[in-house]
């Protein structure tokens, strides 16, 4: 090679992905190794100069490959790599490749590119055979105190439970918790788990009063007991106990109690901005103090992005901070409009029942009432609808421009209107029924009376069960939208306001995963809405398998993990969150990962289709 040439070859692969993850001098020694070819238009390249050969990098032109059908693998062109696939085998070349323009071709040998994945764990991540193995590599996770509340509450539950019957007296539960070394006891009538009482309520309802000690336990327990799911991350518990000041939280498992959290020494000392500020939400007692609590908001947004915790954790610690403002209104709303004539759930649907949202998002959410209210009881429900909804606006969470709001009437109704809607909605698939039952198929129970929430979920589930049109129906509405990714591997981009080309990585990218999980849970007859949760349980039940959990979710984080670092660099700049990413914002190696994650959805976007029928059905 010209010496004159290294200079030029250096800086071409300074930005490469990923071997601008190389130092200088490892760099320069890669160069030396780099074989100059040229490849004419219409030119073939033989296949013996492809397998086993080397890793082809396009340096200028554009060529296409062939399976061996003849029909059209891939095009490529500037900056992108192949052959690594053909790298390890023996025989025939898996594809032909030809130039359509002139093209000028670095190969780096298999010997120097292997020797590189030996010694550099970055390249050799990079370089791992499937697309879901180099996005995990490539996502960051989380460290330090903030991974402890994303933990499950079984990791950090105490098994040792002090157990007291409701008429032990009240000085033999004392010794009981003072034996076992417990802060807390579980308070039982035969096998029922019917109250808590702790070491505050010693100190305050029995020395404090001058209380005698014989007395039995039940007299001063707390009853109405919070209790919480095992499998609930740490952080969802804590925000039980702060919303409803408890300190012991019994889990329960099939009926049956396995431990006890008493988190709330590890909330108070808690260095974690997302904690002190749900704690310190529940603490307000007017609309004006929360207001006031809404730009730490963004700080909490921002300090997660810093301590690169994982685009996963975000959501969830900002949806958790959502559901905090939003239950906080609600109690401030009945406070101001009075105890409910009925009974009512209010739910929140969309990104915030999937735990998935961030700090742009805006407010979706209904009500179901018990049964069909009269007169005042009208007046009284909209009046606290039009309250919620306005004052969840003026802490940060914008109105639904859809209308998908409990202040919209048709979304104000009784649990018997709902399951008439779900009823109208799977039986007519028209493109409106579908965009409303796919609103309203992430639905989560947020305050009020919860068996109302859970009553309509479960009518919803049965209704579309062993529904196949109704499946083909949702899958075809979903293909509507494909991943950003076009021939030559280019990204397909649309224009946004100022007319630059961008890509929606929301609406041609996250939202499509979020439409996939969807369709496999329900196809499990799950009922999760997280959409981690809809993968895990559709793997369960042999829906799609493990590896297909796993490409999908790698996929998901790492679009998400970009989506969030572009927000975060807008906000800092003063400019308005948005999901329109600028390719020349991306690295090198955001380009190339997306891609991966791109061709992921693809395949599965093609995968549904097949397997639930949805081709032609829309378009």
Avoid at 120 to 127: A, E, L, S, V, Y
Avoid at 245 to 263: F, H, K, M, Q
Avoid at 432 to 460: C, E, M, P, W
């Amino acid at each position: 090679m010209e010496s004159s040439l290294l200079p030029n070859i250096v800086g071409f692969l300074a930005k490469i992905d990923p071997f601008d993850l190389l130092d200088d001098e490892e760099r320069q020694s890669l160069a030396t190794s780099v074989d100059i070819m040229y490849l004419k238009k219409n030119e073939t390249l033989p296949g013996e100069q492809i397998v086993g050969q080397g890793l082809y990098i396009v340096r200028t032109g554009a060529v296409e490959q062939r399976h061996q059908d003849g029909s059209l693998r891939t095009r490529l062109a500037d900056g992108d790599l192949f052959g690594f696939s053909q790298l390890y085998r023996t025989g025939e070349c898996g594809y032909t490749l030809q130039g359509i323009e002139n093209t000028l071709l670095y190969r780096i040998p298999k010997q120097v590119l292997t020797r590189l994945i030996d010694n550099n764990p970055g390249i050799r991540n990079h370089f791992s055979s499937q697309e879901s193995v180099r996005l995990a590599h490539s996502s960051a996770h989380q460290e330090g105190e903030e991974a402890l509340y994303l933990r499950s509450v079984k990791e950090v539950m105490n098994r040792r439970v002090a157990r007291v019957n409701k008429d032990t007296p009240i000085r033999e539960v004392a010794q009981v918790m003072a034996k076992m070394h417990r802060s807390n006891a579980l308070v039982f009538d035969n096998d029922a788990l019917v109250g808590v009482v702790t070491d505050r309520d010693m100190t305050t309802r029995v020395l404090a009063t001058g209380m005698n000690p014989s007395v039995p336990i039940k007299e001063i327990m707390t009853q109405h007991l919070r209790t919480v799911n095992p499998e609930a991350p740490l952080l969802q518990a804590i925000e039980i106990m702060m919303q409803h000041n408890v300190r012991s939280l019994p889990v329960i498992e099939n009926d049956a109690v396995v431990g006890v959290l008493t988190a709330t020494s590890l909330v108070e000392n808690s260095h974690v901005q997302a904690i002190f500020l749900i704690s310190q939400i529940y603490r307000q007692t007017s609309l004006k103090e929360l207001i006031s609590l809404v730009p730490q908001r963004q700080s909490v947004f921002e300090a997660l992005q810093a301590a690169r915790v994982d685009s996963r954790a975000i959501q969830q610690m900002v949806t958790l901070i959502a559901d905090a403002f939003n239950k906080r209104i609600l109690q401030l709303a009945e406070d101001k409009f009075g105890p409910p004539p009925i009974p009512y759930a209010w739910f929140c649907a969309g990104s915030q029942a999937r735990f998935e949202m961030h700090l742009g998002s805006d407010q979706d959410n209904g009500m179901i009432l018990q049964w069909e209210p009269e007169g005042e009881e009208v007046k009284y429900f909209k009046a606290l609808a039009d309250y919620v909804c306005d004052a969840l606006n003026e802490c940060g969470y914008p109105h639904c421009t859809g209308n998908i709001m409990a202040s919209n009437e048709r979304w104000r109704v009784p649990l018997a209107t709902w399951q008439d809607y779900v009823k109208e909605w799977v039986a007519e698939t028209e493109l409106q029924n579908l965009l409303d039952i796919s609103v309203f198929l992430d639905l989560r129970f947020l305050f009020g009376t919860d068996h109302l929430v859970a009553a309509l979920k479960q009518s919803l589930l049965a209704r579309v069960e062993g529904h196949h049109r109704f499946f083909a129906m949702l899958v075809a509405n979903s293909l509507r939208v494909n991943p950003p990714l076009g021939l030559f591997r280019k990204f397909v981009l649309t224009r946004d306001g100022d007319n630059r080309q961008v890509l929606n990585i929301k609406r041609q990218a996250v939202n499509l995963i979020v439409e996939l999980a969807r369709v496999y849970a329900l196809a499990a007859g799950s009922s999760a809405t997280e959409t981690t949760h809809r993968l895990r349980d559709a793997a369960k039940s042999k829906v799609i398998n493990d590896k297909s959990r796993n490409e999908l979710l790698e996929a998901f984080q790492f679009i998400n993990m970009v989506r969030f670092k572009h927000q975060s660099e807008v906000v800092c700049h003063g400019g308005k969150q948005d999901n329109l990413i600028a390719p020349s914002q991306l690295t090198a190696f955001e380009r190339n990962h997306l891609k991966d994650a791109f061709r992921i959805i693809a395949r599965y976007q093609e995968a549904a289709q097949q397997r639930f029928n949805a081709a032609g059905l829309l378009r």
